[in-house]
C-alpha cells in the first residue's frame, strides 16, 4: 500500500517537474485543465487590499474565465498593468482596493522581483487545496509508519506538500522527523525522505541552521519503502546521538532567550508576540531560513535577511517601514541602505507600533518577497524562533517560567474591578481592554459596613501604579493590569453622559484558564457582587493561593528589601518621617523611570556601589535637583538612609551565607548507604548557600547547574592526568594525524570559577572602550566573513604566488594551502583579530614576515597576511550593510562567551586582581568524583594535588601558581568545591594515597536504620540483625546499606534475593554455608542455586 502512495506521489512530482521546466506545456495545461479556475477566483478575488501576486493570479483567473487563452505575453501585459496602477481594461476593482493599488509602493525592480517563473505564479491553477490536503494526508500517513517501525517516541513530523515550504510550489514533496524537544526542523537532525520526479530517496538530514556542524547529508535513492524503512532503522541510533548533541546547543540559546526575555518589560513583551502573531497570521509567514530571530543587544529582533522589521527594547520598539512620514518624528529614524529605500523607525511606544500596523504589514511582505540574504544566521537564536512558531513553547515562558513566580509589590495595592454583563457585553469588554480603559459607574455604592463608596475607591484610593484583576460579571477573570492615569469622565462610548468613569491601564499578564471560579466567595473574589474591592495585605497569600496562581500562574510578594529598610527606619526615626522617607523613594522612582533611566527600581539596587553610580547619575538630572530643593532635601534624605541601610548589610551579607562548607570532603562507606543522595543535597547547599534546602529542591538546582557550575565525573583505572587536568587528543577532523592540545574536565571548572572573579572585577573597573569597532562585535564579524568563504576559493599573495581555502574546523579556524602544494596552514579567529587589532590598515603591513610575526608571534605570516587583507575588505562592507544601532548603556554581556576567549582574558587576569574580588561575591561551583579511591590519585593530579589545598588556593594564605605542560599558569580558586564519595568495600580509608587523606576531609556515611520523615527504611530489624552479623564476622566497610530497604516498589524477596546476596556473597568469596549463617542471624532463610530467599508462609 505505501509503494502504491509513493508511486502516486511520484506521478504528481512528474507533472509537476515537466510543468515548472517547459513553459510550453504549462500554458497548454492551463488553457486545457481548469477545474481549479473557481478556486482561485475564490481564494485571491482582493476584496480590501491590494496584494501583488494575489491579484495577479485573480486577474490570470478571470481572463480564463472569460474565455480567453494565457501565455507568457498576457501574463506580462497584466503585470504592466498591475504596475501602471490601473488594471480597469481588464477588471473593476472595488474602490478601496483601486485606493490600496495607487498607493502601494514604488519600487525600482517593481511588483515581481522574485516571481519572474511563470510556474510560482500558475501553481494554485495545477495543485488545488483538494489535492494539497491528499497529498499531505499521504505523507503523513508514511510519517507515521516510520515512526512506528522505528518506535520513535517524543518525535515530531514536519511535512512539506508540493506547495513547498514558502507556499511558491515545487516539484517534490518531503518528510522530516526531528525530536520534539527541537526547537524547528532548521535546528535538528532529520530523519528525511523526499518523493520527486527520480522516485524516493533520503536519508539522514542536517538542519539548515546547523551552520557549524560538520555532517553530509544522506541522499539516498531507494528501490522501495520497505527498502528507506529498513534503513531508518540501521541509522537510528546516529540519528538519536546527532540530535543528543544538538541539544546543548538549544539548551544554550534557551538561556539566553530567558535571559533577553526578562530585560524587556512584562507588557511590551506580551504586545511584541500579539504583533508578530498577527504578521503571521495576515502574511501566511512560515519558519524558513530568511527569517532571522535575533537576542543581540539584549533585544528582542525579527530580521528579513538583514534588514531589521520589528525589534523592542526594554518596553520601546523599532519598526520598519517604506512611508517616509513626518508622523514618525524624523529625528529618531535610520535609513537602510540598498536599492530598495526603507526606514527604521526607532523607540517609539506599544501604541504606536499598533497605530502604523498596516504599514508595518506591507513593508515586511516587501522584504519578503523581496527574498535577499535566504542563507541561515549564525546570530539567530533557535529558542527564540521556536517560541515565535510555537505557542505551546512560547507559554512556558510568557505565562509559565518567565513571569510565574513574582510581582514584587513596592508599596502598590491590588484590587478587584468588575465590569458587568448589564452594561459591558462580550464585544464591549474586549474593546475596552483593547483600548486599555476600565470603568465604573460614579454613583456605585459602598460594600457591607464600609462608609466608602466603591466608586470612592475607584477614584480616589487607587494609586497610579496599583494593580488590579478585572473580571467580567463578576465570574470570568479577564486579565491583570497596572492602573496608569487618574480617574476621569468615560469618553468610552460616550458613557459619561450616564455617569460612568473610566482609567487607562497597562495590561500585564492574561489567565491561563477560562473556567470560572468556584471557591469560597469574599469581597475580593471574582464570584461575588463587588466592583470594586482592595486586596488586603493581610490577604494577598490567599489570593495568590485560590486566585492568582491557578487562574494567572503568579504570586504578589512584598518587597522584602523594602520592608527591610522600613524595619531599619523605624530603629531610629519618628513612624511620621519613615512614611515620608518611604513616600520619596516611590516618587524618585517615578522620577527615575520618566526621565528614562534604566535603573528605576530603588529597591532592586542592593549593593553600596551600584547604588553610588545611580544616585550620581540622578544627581545631574534638573527634575531631581528642582524637585529635592523645592521639598527641602527630603529626597537626598532618603537616598542617604538607602545608603546608610545598604552599608549596615554589608557586613551581614557575607555572614548570612550560612552554609559554610569544606573545600574538599569524601563521603565514604559500604553502598546503599546515602553517598550519591547526600552528595546532590551538600552541593545544592553550596551554590544556594542554603543549610535547610529540601531534597526535592536540591535535586533541582542539581539539575539546573550540572554542566555549569556542577559537575559529575567517576572515577576508574585507566583515567588519567590527560583527562582531568590537560593533554593531546587527535583531531579526527584532519585527514592526516594530528593533535590538539585539550583541557581536562577540572581544568574547565577551574577557569569557569576563575572567570567569575574576573566578571566581577570588571564590573567594579567600569572600563568603557570607545574605539572604532565597538559598533561591531568582530567576533560576529568574522563569523560572517568564514560564511562568505568557500573551500577550493583563491586569492593572490604580495608576492605573487596563489593560495586557496582548503578547509575550516568548528574552532574558528581556517585552513589555507598553496595552490599546488600538499600542507595546509591555520588562520585562527583569536589571532586574526589580534592581528587586526594591530594593522587595521593593510598597507601599513611594510615588511610581511617581520610585521606579522612581530604582532602575533610565529606563524605562516603569507596566509595571515591574505587573511587580514581580504578581512579587512570584508569588514569595509559589512559596516555598510549591516544596521548596527548600540545601546550605549549596555554592559558586555559575559554569559555567552567561549571558553577559549575566557582562557585569554584570564591569562591577562593578575593575581592581584583576582584577590582583590572577595571570595564571597562570586557563585560558587562543585565538581563531584565518584569512586574517588578507584584511580591512581598522583597520576590523576600529579604536581596540582599542592594546590587544591585551602591555603594554597587563589584566597589562602599562601596562593600558589604552577605551570601547565602548555605553559599556561594554573591556580585553584577558591570559590570551586570537591566532593568526593568512595566505597569502603573496595577500599578502606587507611589504603588511601596519603596525599589525598591530608587533603580532604572525610565524612563517614554507614547504614542508619531508623526512619525519618524524608526517609522511611522497611523491614529495619532484618537489616539490624543482617548488620550486626557482618559487623562481627567482616567489619563496618561491608555492611548493607539502608537504601536497599527504600522506596515506593520495595520488596523484601526482591531485595534479599537481587541486592543482599549479591553482595554477601562478593564479600565472603562465594561461601554458601557462610551467607546462609548471616541471613539465619536476622531469621531468614536462602537456599538452593542461585540462592534464594525461602519465605517461611508459616
Known sequence: MSNITIDNLKQQATLLNLLSNDEEALFNYLNTNQDNLDEVIQQYKPENEFRPVNTLRFLIANELKKGNKINAEVINQLKQALENRDVSGYYSLSEIVKQSLINYKQSKVGMFPNWKQVYKILFPFIHNQSDNEQVKASLNQLADEIITSNQFQNVTKHIVSFQGPQNYGADHAWVAIIPESSPSVQYAYQMFFVVDVNGLGGGIHKGHNLTKQQFENQDLKFNSWEDYLEHTKNTKEQWIQLNSDINFLFINDEKAFVKTLKKVEASSVLDYFKILDRLKEDLDIQDEEKLVFSIAKNRLSFQVGKRYCLNVNKQLFDFISYNDSDGHQNENKEVFSGTETAYLYKSRSADIVFNNYEEIKGAVAIEIDRDNHALAKTYDNSAFRKAVFDKDYRLKFIKGDFYSDKIILDGQRIFKISMGKDYFNDEAIEKAINEKLVLVHSETKPKGRSKISQADIFINQIRDGDFFYLTHSNKNVKLIGSITSPSKPATFNNMHNYGWLERSFEPLITPIKESAFNGKGKYWTPNTVTTCWEISEDEIEEANRVLFKPFFNIEFINNDMENKFKEFLNLSLSEGTVKTYLSAIRSLEKLAKSEGLRTFKIYEITNVSAFQDFWTTLKKIQSYIITNDKHHNRYSSALLKYEEFLYSLKNTVITNRKYIAPLNQIFYGPPGTGKTYNTILESAKIITQNPDISYTKALEVFNENLRDKIEFITFHQNYSYEDFIQGLRPDVEQKALSFNRAD???????????????????????????????????????????????????????????????????????????????????????????????????????????????????????????????????????????????????????????????????????????????????????????????????????????????????????????????????????????????????????????????????????????????????????????????????GHDFTIGHSYFMGEDYDLKNTIDNKVIPLLLEYFMNDFEEVKKIMSAANITVDGWPMQYIPNDN
Open 744 to 1034: 581536562g574536565v577540572f581544568t574547565k571548572m577551574v577557569t569557569n570559577a576563575l572567570f567569575e572573579y574576573y566578571k566581577e572585577y570588571q564590573k567594579k573597573q567600569k572600563q568603557v572602550h570607545n574605539t572604532v569597532d565597538a559598533k561591531i562585535d568582530l567576533n560576529d564579524a568574522f563569523i560572517e566573513f568564514m560564511n562568505t568563504l568557500e573551500i577550493g576559493q583563491q586569492f593572490n599573495t604580495k608576492t605573487g604566488g596563489i593560495v586557496k581555502v582548503y578547509n575550516f574546523t568548528d574552532r574558528q579556524n581556517i585552513e589555507f594551502r598553496p595552490i599546488n602544494g600538499v600542507k595546509s596552514y591555520l588562520v585562527s579567529a583569536n589571532r586574526l583579530l589580534k592581528l587586526y587589532k594591530v594593522y587595521d590598515d593593510i598597507d601599513n603591513i611594510k615588511r610581511v614576515n617581520e610585521d606579522i610575526r612581530e604582532a602575533i608571534g610565529g606563524c605562516n605570516s603569507t596566509m595571515y597576511y591574505v587573511a587580514l587583507r581580504e578581512f579587512i575588505d570584508f569588514l569595509k562592507k559589512y559596516k555598510e550593510s549591516v544596521d548596527e544601532f548600540v545601546d550605549e548603556e549596555e554592559e558586555y554581556d559575559y554569559d555567552d562567551i567561549t571558553y577559549r576567549r575566557k582562557k585569554e582574558l584570564l591569562s591577562n587576569f593578575s593575581l592581584e586582581e583576582l584577590r582583590s574580588v572577595s571570595k564571597h561575591e562570586v557563585s560558587k561551583y562543585v565538581i563531584i568524583i565518584d569512586e574517588i579511591n578507584r584511580a591512581n590519585i598522583s597520576r590523576v593530579f600529579g604536581e596540582l594535588i599542592t594546590l587544591i589545598e585551602k591555603d594554597k588556593r587563589s584566597h589562602g594564605k599562601i596562593p600558589l601558581k604552577s605551570i601547565l605542560p602548555s605553559g599556561e599558569s594554573f591556580i585553584v580558586p577558591s570559590n570551586l568545591y570537591i566532593i568526593g564519595t568512595m566505597n569502603t568495600a573496595d577500599k578502606s580509608i587507611a589504603l588511601l594515597d596519603i596525599a589525598l587523606r591530608r587533603r580532604f576531609e572525610f565524612v563517614p556515611m554507614y547504614p542508619d536504620s531508623k526512619s525519618t520523615e524524608d526517609k522511611v527504611v522497611k523491614d529495619s530489624n532484618i537489616l539490624d540483625a543482617i548488620n550486626e552479623e557482618i559487623i562481627n564476622r567482616k
